[in-house]
């Protein structure tokens, strides 16, 4: 959901140094969300149940590298 991302790195440099290191590598910047979009909105499109799987992990949360650590 927009808004509900929590601690984006806030500049270019921040994003390089924090790599996704997930099997399933996750979205680092709004232009890898926009493919990553295009991509599921494709798979659900043509009805590939495979390509909808891998969209969706690649747009799930939480990213370790991307996101901040939530304390509670």
Do not use: F, S, W, Y
Request: with cysteine.
């Amino acid at each position: 959901m927009p808004g509900t991302e929590a601690g984006q790195p806030r500049t270019a440099e921040e994003t390089a140094k924090r790599l996704c290191t997930c099997v399933i590598a996750h979205v680092q910047n709004d232009e890898e969300r926009a493919h990553a979009q295009a991509a599921l909105d494709n798979a659900l499109k043509t009805n590939d149940a495979h390509a909808v799987l891998i969209a969706c992990m690649q747009l799930m949360q939480p990213c370790p590298a991307r996101d901040e650590p939530v304390t509670r």
